[in-house]
């Protein structure tokens, strides 16, 4: 039965890698000019799916875990640079976010447009009621061959919206989609980075007349004047071309023109418009409308109204929580490391589809047992309690992802891409202790008692099959 009532977004997350490339080291590395700014660089156990979890989990952190599980039926992920090519990475995201089995899962990709595609579909899901509620995660890695512009200016993110007809903290006041064949980015299969016309034609002759044209279309339609935007985010590989669409459409570049996070991120693809909403939510106004344009093969156009509601989400971690937390990458070469630019000798753990599966609750959803007898919470699973002996006498224990650390080592002699790996042992709040590396930390900010947070990290990939575990995370 379709529905009647607005609907619009309930909330929202971000999520930035902690590495951080001067665009200077780059450029000293080719003996080039050195632009202003730096990247956001994705350490080595992380991609895009990892990413959209970590925005995923912030976008619906704090609310009631029983009504997502009831409402939530739709997931989609976007990417132009998803794990895999062919398998479902919204079915991996639903699952490590321990979503109800009744989920509509699809994935958006191929496009630069993937984020705003996938949030098109999943209003019209609410609108049909398929679902209460929808989940869009996206994501993106871009590859970008070296000593080109592009390595100076592709950075990674993510951001998730929750969707919804009900409690919105803002209204979808109405969308407009043009689809325009413009050969002016792309990427085969067989092309191992992006490619790009070169010169400013696609700047000139396709990205600002199809979001000038998208974007007007949509003012035009609902009837509101260039002067009523609060904030217009563009889609945009440079400052430059957004600051002309903008003026083409009449609006003000310095005021009324969203921050795409170009200087201290870099282009994010497809969830760079994602991401600039995310930055938007967190400073908007009851009453503001914000103007979202994505650019790739057309554009999609989407209004929304800000409602009172958004004071209830300013506690999001979002865009200024992952700006103020930053490691800077000290070399190219480790950059080049982690984006597989040079030859090495991967340690590649064994792996098996059946293993995969069979662990699916304890590896990706963070299940435990609790001892019916006892009381004790162990992790990994197993048939016998470590405490009292009971055997096969359980039930499911769902570990909380924060917890604090009891204990760790540096191993200097295991292989890593950033060593040393730090093994540690944390203490879960509410119960459980499990056995995980420390990510995005050296051995300087370990000590008993930090706070942490778990989080879903890239283990290996043996057998060409990416495997997900838990990682430490220090907390702050």
Known sequence: MLREQPVGIVSFGAYLPRYRLAREIIAREWQQPAPKGEKAVASFDEDTLTMAFEAASNCIDGLDPERLRADLRVVHFASTTPPYHEKTSAGLLATALDLHRECRTGDSANTLRAGTTAILSAFDAIKAGTSGRALVAAADMRPAEPRTGNEMSFGDGAAAVLLGADDLIAILEGQVSINDEFLGTWRRATDPYVQQFPGGFETKFGYQRVLTESVSTLLERLDVKPVDVARLILYTPSARAAQGVAKKLEMDPKSQLADALLGPVGDTGCAQVLLALAGALETAGPGDRIVVASYGDGSDALLFRVTEAIESRRDRRG??????????????????????????TPSEGASSPVVLWREIKQDLQLYGKKCRRCGMIQFPRQRVCVDCGTKDDFDDAKLARRGTVHTFTSDYLFPSLDPPTIETIVNVDGGGRVLVQMADAGPA???????????????HEGGGIKNYFWKARPRD
């Open 445 to 459: 900010d370990v000590r008993i008692g930090l706070e942490v947070d778990l989080v879903l990290r890239k283990l």
């Open 319 to 344: 865009v200024s929580y992952y700006l103020s937390r930053k490691r800077a990458m000290p070399s190219y070469g480790m950059y080049a490391l982690f984006r597989d630019l040079v030859r090495t």
